[in-house]
């Protein structure tokens, strides 16, 4: 029986082809995601492990705030001098680390800053005289000696062709200086941090430019041979303030890593969710197309049980064809999910030089999820296989007998829409489950509301054919019209293909629609609170250099400005953003809309005084006159006085959530930075705002008319990323639409052919099958457009504290129905090709 | 369109009578050693408003001739011309409009489309060549073939006869110069068979259709004006109307050589 199903399976080499391409994206997205987080979590780990190699303990500041601008607390020169003292201690060496305190960006001879936009750009020091500690290696040259020479990291280095001996110029908190190149060094063992780019003085010389004069950020130790790392803690511990810690070297490397893995990880889950709707997808794909191929072979199957094969048998040989394509489609998507991997780090060039990380646990998840999806998809058609009578052999015609369910279709099609909008519903408006909770909730709700609306679509397709199919039948012709008709023949196989592709088109609409909305939020928001003729603001809404605020400030022209600083610390054991502001300017451009004090609040903030925000307010419990405490990442206490209680829209608050005045801020964090700079200035001085700006490599001028839609710049680039990653599963349905079609084709071999002998032309055959293959595909968005809207009022609903407008996109939902159009109209493309290309003879003899 | 599909008013005495005329048709398929040999060159005329019945056991060429006939097949060599026209020399394009303007098909299986009613699929060849059915003719057609009454039914809903009855009024819509009938009751029991013959037969006398009929049915061939014995790809016999036990007769004798 295996036997006769694999040849089987071979004597029908293109269906088995399509079909196993409808798994292949999804396994391929699936491998190529855990390759590529594998591969940049190895790259990242080998630089930290590199970091610490000939390093037993590690002395750091306590972490108190991640994510901080200015940094944990450093380490004074003394300290090292003490700890080098120890008689555990062989060597001891300080140095600078790779973190976001320690910034210098290295400027192109274009003048802008090199590296990869969001990438870090880092400056160190190099202590020649411990080179065991160093992560770096030189390649050419020599290390930097003195304030005039700098080295550079390989990578940078190669990718603005900068020579030993060449001069380069280095910006630093703000200050620009030319050094001369003296070397190129690798790092941990790569030529490159992907887009990060290094900057290396020697020791003396990165502190002063970092403002880290005398101080290190970490202090590495080797242990003297004989003497354990645990026997160097137990001696440095106790020489330590609180601020600071010790820990062993592994420690500190899965410290350091911590962060990055956080990301990757977050990145991982996001792409694996996208690859799990392709393969939900191509789910879809293979249940219609092993039901189609089981129908058009019942007489196939008759044969095989009046020759003996039971049941059980015949079920088996079609589970089996089934296991065969999932496993086929499963290695192809792998090794594809390689390739694209391999593809995004060529493109990207974004990381870290090391070899793809193609691990065991890639090879398990992708054959084991394409497969057993593939698997789960043909125990239906099999199911369906079982229930031919021998009898159909011998009659001519015989069809599929109807599913024992199909009474029941529409009952429990309504009831499996039922439960997934109630299993949605407990989602989103349930109260205090957890966010694990509630996205299982909505995942599993979604996916069964594909699966309901799935189930229904055979009783909706006539309705809807009539309505899809009526530029069809209006101005196709007799090709539109048969078309029309065709399409209602066979709705269960109508439905399915459909469905297929509403799922991605829901998806898309649901991102429309909710992007819509989020977006006309937040302008209307920043609106709201902010007036200003320019702004200067960072690029993707991260801080920017202070020192480039007050360049702007000094373009002649400019009226009035204020900076708005913004940093992260710990508030009331909370890590919060603060925001620092000039009490005598900020009121000139942020509105404040108070809910307890009034604008003399502002004029009140002094040294002590803070605004806190009303939802932070109400989470705390806070009122004017309460106290606050903060601590910053160096572990600095302060304690503040509520001055204001202010009600800034839900959605975009442009000041954190605690604001304090500009001099206490400056005062509590060394390295500030700038979250916005306002700036009041006639038209006349925006060239020379422009100018000013041109250098800035984190930040950009925008004008207060345009400000609000450049601030949802970055959030409309995420919603195309979004798209990108669902029109996998859009092409997922196409493989599913040509497969159908291609089946149909075949099926209706014989009535194509009198159709040919009554006189229908070729290009009457192509536009019949482009016709059926468009009306498929309308039906496709016919369902999916509005499912998507539905969903997408529901989260709007759901999240409706935030107070989100509801905008119905209509050029993108437009711009959907276009796309599937053109998907009907590619899809027909090889169907449409093989029915006019039929051979008529062949055709009317064919049974 | 082209000229080529209109025939010409007048093309001489003796092709006013003749509707197909085949000169040295010969098909094979296949070259060199292994080559077969469906027709090894047919010259034929089928003269206008008669019934012409082919005749000859599965694999005499029977079909072959008259898919060539109908433009379905080419041949390797000769000349066919219909109404006047040379279809050697059309592509596919104009070879399906000539078909639209001369030629009616009838299958062995009915082949009707099973979505469409009875009226939709006589119409069907009309629709196809974007012409607009003449409402007198088609009423009187559906008179003829006795479908007045079940124009609105799919053929899932029709019986054999009925199905092939619309079968007929669809190869008659379009008034064609020549009309095929691909073994008509080949899949009809032999009183509805009975009928469908009948109504070719009616077809030739009261509307002068021009007919061929390819069978291997002695009861069917019996009621043409004219019955060809195909053997081997030649025809080897050539006989006016003759009664089933004739051609039988024929037929044995055929054999017997």
Redesign the interface.
Known sequence: MIAVALKGLLGRKVRALLTAFAVVIGVAMVSGTLVLTDTIQKAFDGIFNASYAQTDAVISGKEIVTGSQSGAATIPASLLATVQELPEVAAAGGALALIASNEAEILGRDGKALGTDGAPQFGIGNDASNPQFSPLQLKTGQWPVGPRQVALDAGTAAGENLKVGDTVTVSTLGAKHRYEVTGIAGFGGVDSLGGATIAIWDMATAQTLLHKEGRYDTISIAAKDGTSSDEVLRAVQPLIPASLQVQDSEAQAAADAKETNGIVNVVRYFLLGFGGIALFVGAFVIVNTLSITVAQRTREFATLRTLGASRKQVMQSVVIEGLVIGLLASVVGLFAGVGLAKLLTALGGDLPEVGLVFTLRTVLVSLALGTGITLLASVMPARRATRVPPIAAVREGSTLPTSRFAAHSRNTAIAVIAAAIATISVGIFAGGLGTLAVALCLGLGVLTLFFGVALAGPHMIKPLTRLVGLPARRSGGVAGELASSNSVRHPARTASTAAALMIGLTLVTVVAVLGSGLRSTVESAVTDQVTAAYILNGNDGMPFEAAEGDALARVPGVNTHSHVRVDKALVAGEEKDVTGVDPASIERFYRFTWTDGSDTAVAQLGTAGALVTQTYASDQELAVGKKLSVQTASGDRRALIVRGIYDPPEIEQMLGPITISQQTFDAVFPQPKNRFTFLDAGAGASPALTTAAAGFSDAAVHTGAAFASDYTEGFASFLNFLYVLLAFSVVVSLFGMVNTLVLTVFERTRELGMLRTIGMTRRQARRMIRHESVITALIGAALGLPLGIFLALLVTRALNQYDIAISIPIPELVAFTVVAILAGLGAAIIPARRASRLNVLNALHYE | MTSVLTPPPDSGDTASEVTVRARAVARHYGAGETAVHALRGIDLDVERRRLTAIMGPSGSGKSTLM?IL?G??EPSSGEVVVAGIDIGGLH??DL??W??NHIG?I?Q?F?L????TAAENIV??L????VKPDRVWLDELVEKVGLSDRLRHRPSELSGGQQQRVAVA??LI?RPSVMFADEPTGNLDSRTGGEILALLRHSVDALGQTTVMVTHDAHAAAIADRVLFLADGNIVRDLGPSSAHEILATLEEMTER
């Open positions: 898919h109908a379905l097949d596919d394009t399906t409009t078909r639209r098909f299958f299986f082949n489309l099973p979505m469409l069907l060849p629709k196809l060549a974007g669809r190869a379009s």
